[in-house]
Nanobody
Framework: QVQLVESGGGLVQAGGSLRLSCAAS????????MGWVRQAPGKERELVAG????????NYADSVQGRLTISRDNAKNTVYLQMNSLEAEDPAVYSC???????????????????WGQGTQVTVSS
């Protein structure tokens, strides 16, 4: 099983930027489709970005398209989420997740992801 640890969350002003990182344990990181999921109080979990095993394919939720960018460095066992132009709707706990079951599909459904980190809080001030 893969272990995931996020970092990089914090408080940022509206319009600002943050970069989240997720470090994965194990030697098979490049075998997993990875995603970033967020959950705000009272709201459903939302997968905001997913990335294929080789990093060449990505998908994004409509709510973050053009503002968030997912990337990965398989040599460093790390996946990133660059967050620009942060808005009042973006505050949430952001977790990275690994899809252990799909090889070729970058799922946009949180329940398809099997391993989760504990999450990092992102807060946006107006």
């Amino acid at each position: 099983q893969v272990q995931l640890v996020e970092s990089g969350g914090g408080l940022v002003q509206a319009g600002g930027s943050l970069r989240l990182s997720c470090a994965a344990s194990g030697r098979t990181f490049s075998s997993y489709v990875m995603g970033w999921v967020r959950q705000a109080p009272g709201k459903e979990r939302e997968l905001v970005a997913g990335i294929s095993r080789n990093g060449r394919s990505t998908n994004y939720a409509d709510s973050v398209q053009g503002r968030l960018t997912i990337s990965r460095d398989n040599a460093k066992n790390t996946v990133y989420l660059q967050m620009n132009s942060l808005e009042a709707e973006d505050p949430a706990v952001y977790s990275c997740a690994a899809d252990l079951g799909h090889l070729w599909v970058v799922s946009s459904t949180p329940r398809d992801y099997d391993a989760w980190g504990q999450g990092t809080q992102v807060t946006v001030s107006s």
